[in-house]
């Protein structure tokens, strides 16, 4: 995990957590997740991978952000990313997926893929930011707005560099990786 300046810090997700994670994925998405949905991917699915972005409060800790992977043979997938509102615009959504990608890298993948709606602009921006390109579009894809989704990957065949380019971004933005898991 990265390790990113107090009071904020990286670590894996718990059931403990989803609650708190729910309330972010509320504020995020429109259609939010379930429990259960997160209940399942936390215990049953072996293949996810779930981080949170916490920040130290005086007594406890308040999650203000999240993302998750799927690690299908070679190809990373990224299932979810979310910054509370409050939070955005301030680097916090980067960290996470700078720290989602480091973690995947671990795992040597040929591909990294995600969907993202078409009119999500701003993600789309962080995904180009982190050299994701667009790769094919699947129609209406969101069911609850009928929402086209734009496929987009990062393939390590064409980019060999890819996990030090990462590495030295998390060393411009001054946050550490370290091998703890
Ligand atoms: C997408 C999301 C995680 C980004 O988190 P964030 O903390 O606001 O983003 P950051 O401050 O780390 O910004 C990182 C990059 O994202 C892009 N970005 C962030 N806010 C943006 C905005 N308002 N407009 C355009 N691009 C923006 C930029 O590329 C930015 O890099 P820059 O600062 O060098 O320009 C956050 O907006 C979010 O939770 N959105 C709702 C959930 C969602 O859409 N998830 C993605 C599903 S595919």
Known sequence: MLSVPHPYSLRSMTVADIPAVLTVDKLSFPSPATEQLFRNELIDNNLA????LVRAAKTDEEIIGFAGFWN???E???STIAVHPDERGRGR?????????????RMSPLLVTLEVRHGNTT???????????EVGL?????RDTGEDAILMTVDFAAAPDYCDW???RAEQLRIQASDAV
């Open 93 to 105: 959504g980067e960290w996470l997926l700078l720290n989602l990608l480091l973690e995947a890298c």
């Open 166 to 168: 990462l590495r030295g």
């Open 138 to 142: 699947r129609r209406r894809y969101y």
């Open 76 to 78: 990373i997938h990224v």
């Open 49 to 52: 991978h779930y981080q949170v």
């Open 123 to 133: 993600a789309q921006a962080l995904y180009r930011k982190y050299r994701f390109e």
């Open 72 to 74: 299908i043979a070679d």
